[in-house]
Nanobody
Framework: VQLQASGGGLVQPGGSLRLSCVAT?????MGWYRQAPGKQRELVAT???????NYGDPVKGRFTISRDNVKNTVYLQMNSLKPEDTAVYYC????????????WGQGTLVTVSS
């Protein structure tokens, strides 16, 4: 499975941005992780084909993940962005019955700055 992410960029604090990630085939769970400079990669959000969603604590209430199973695409709507959201965001995918990420996409940089 290959994952193609898009949508990163520069946005001012309080602004919004939407990320997209397309998979080359259907897969059980898709989502996003992020890694800021000098920090470990952390969970942003994941969503399964059946709609089960998991958010990382720092983004709860501000980010919304959604998925189009027909298009094998996952979206991340990011609102009320903060400078601490600045990171490289990685699309991820996980096969059924696996507890680890199975596939990673290339990162897309999100910079929140005035």
């Amino acid at each position: 499975v290959q994952l193609q992410a898009s949508g990163g960029g520069l946005v001012q604090p309080g602004g919004s941005l939407r990320l997209s990630c397309v998979a080359t085939e259907s897969i059980f769970s898709m989502g996003w992780y992020r890694q800021a400079p000098g920090k470990q990669r952390e969970l942003v959000a994941t969503i399964t084909k059946t709609g089960d969603i998991n958010y990382g604590d720092p983004v709860k209430g501000r980010f919304t993940i959604s998925r189009d199973n027909v298009k094998n695409t996952v979206y991340l709507q990011m609102n009320s962005l903060k400078p601490e959201d600045t990171a490289v965001y990685y699309c991820s995918a996980r096969v059924l019955f696996s507890t680890r990420v199975s596939f990673w996409g290339q990162g897309t940089l999100v910079t929140v700055s005035s």
